[in-house]
């Protein structure tokens, strides 16, 4: 089977590829590297270094593939902020792309990347799909967008597709540089340098911190599974939630309190969806997910 994941060079898109790699998929990746590197990308895979963006340039590699795994985007809420045009460009315009050229190309499914920051601030906790969308940032308003792109294609073109909102992935690969780095990233790299961890605000906003190991099986299972394929929307977290001082506590060393900026307050996904459609659960707790990154990256 040809499989074609978009992202596949990033953070998480590196290791979907190697599980598809070991399953004995035939798997293409478009990247255009912006974020991804080449050496995250398995050596049996084929890597096109080519742009969401350019709907000629992916179309042919997209042309029968049997399932698309979507994930190449300009993620961090921050960044979205400053940058509304740019990141709607990649995630609104190139999510719309590789979804036409997934309905000419034949594909039998398209699993798409979604994002918790669709949900902006709710006032119950925890998070469940049939809340109405609330986002506070022109990436969560995109990502959401895409949700719908993907049930229209459904409803209107015939062209199965299924999204999953991810909440803060973390684990082996994350980028620990610059001003949108994932915290836990952050953390570790601060921590590696000896610089105090540094705490949005007052520090009590919780995340649920979900391992790319967990989110990795999420997708497997969203290909393979009878019950979606209708444009269906589910959340993939541990289920969890953990705020930000207790994380660094977790990682350990100094740290000191700076601005607050615009984020939702508190995170934490209701998973009973995934495991209804799916037969999916998380596995990895987060303290034990955070010991073994500390493991890998030398810090214990």
């Known amino acids: 089977m040809k499989i074609v994941v978009t992202g596949g060079a990033g953070f998480i898109g590196?290791?979907?590829?190697?599980?598809?790699?070991?399953?004995?998929?035939?798997?293409?990746?478009?990247?255009?590297l912006s974020g991804g590197k080449k050496e995250n990308v398995n050596k049996k895979a084929v890597l096109h270094i080519a742009d969401i963006r350019n709907l000629k340039e992916i179309k042919p590699i997209i042309r029968g593939a049997d399932y698309?795994?979507?994930?190449?985007?300009?993620?961090r809420v921050q960044y979205s902020i400053e940058n509304p045009e740019e990141t709607h460009d990649v995630n609104v315009s190139g999510t719309l792309n590789v979804l036409l050229a997934a309905k000419d190309g034949g594909v039998k499914r398209v699993i798409y990347s979604a994002s918790s920051s669709a949900y902006g601030d709710q006032k119950r906790m925890p998070l469940l799909e049939n809340m109405p969308a609330a986002p506070k940032s022109p990436y969560g308003l995109q990502k959401y967008i895409g949700e719908l792109y993907c049930r229209l294609f459904s409803e209107v073109y015939g062209l199965p597709t299924v999204s999953l909102r991810y909440f803060n992935v973390y684990g082996p690969r994350f980028n620990p540089e610059g001003p949108y780095a994932l915290v836990i990233g952050k953390f570790i790299l601060q921590r590696k340098l000896g610089q105090p961890l540094t705490i949005t605000g007052d520090g009590k906003q919780t995340r649920d911190f979900t391992h790319v190991s967990d989110v990795v099986l999420a997708n497997l299972l969203a290909m393979e599974s009878k019950k979606v394929g209708h444009g269906e929307v589910m959340n993939i977290g541990a289920g969890s939630n953990t705020t930000i001082n207790k994380l660094a506590k977790l990682i350990g060393g100094q740290s000191k309190h700076i601005a607050f900026r615009l984020e939702p307050?508190?995170?934490l996904a209701g998973t009973s969806l995934a495991?209804?459609?799916?037969?999916?659960?998380?596995q990895i707790k987060t303290e034990n997910g955070i010991k073994q990154l500390l493991r890998e990256e030398g810090l214990i």
Do not use: C, Q, Y
Not at 14 to 32: M, P, Q, T, W
Not at 68 to 75: E, S, T, W
Not at 275 to 282: A, D, R, S
């Open 68 to 75: 698309v795994f979507h994930l190449a985007a300009l993620p």
């Open 14 to 32: 590196s290791h979907l590829v190697d599980a598809l790699v070991e399953r004995g998929f035939k798997v293409h990746v478009i990247d255009n």
């Open 265 to 267: 307050k508190n995170t």
């Open 275 to 282: 495991f209804k459609l799916l037969g999916w659960k998380p």
